[in-house]
């Protein structure tokens, strides 16, 4: 069974950093697409970061280019989400999510990923 639980969110106030975490279990990490996304009150959720199966190509939503950094450690077993310069519409809960499968897809999309994990709050006050 796929379990993915994320930790490290909190309050900060704008211009602070945060790690947010996520431990993963019952696949093969290191073969899966993972991410992480965003959902903000009253808003679609968007994707932010993206690291490919292997760990080295990464993709960034303009929105948090050059602020947030994405990563894993070796074993794979543990994704990353460096947060730097927050600022206040950073706000919203954050999500991280596993794709197993290969193929053509828009891999910022939310739609594109099976797995997910409860969700963790950030909240950045000015």
């Known amino acids: 069974q796929v379990q993915l639980v994320e930790s490290g969110g909190g309050s900060v106030q704008a211009g602070g950093s945060l790690r947010l975490s996520c431990a993963s279990s019952g696949y093969t990490a290191s073969n899966a697409y993972m991410g992480w996304f965003r959902q903000a009150p009253g808003k679609v959720r968007e994707g932010l970061a993206v690291i490919y199966p292997g760990g080295v190509t990464t993709i960034y939503a303009d929105s948090v280019k050059g602020r947030f950094t994405i990563s894993q450690d070796n074993a794979k077993t543990t994704l990353y989400l460096q947060m730097n310069s927050l600022k206040p519409e950073d706000t919203g809960s954050y999500y991280c999510?596993?794709?197993?499968?290969?193929?053509?897809?828009?891999?910022?999309?939310?739609?594109?990923?099976?797995?997910w994990g409860q969700g963790t709050q950030v909240t950045v006050s000015s």
């Open positions: 999510a596993a794709r197993r499968r290969g193929g053509g897809f828009a891999v910022l999309a939310p739609s594109a990923y099976e797995y």
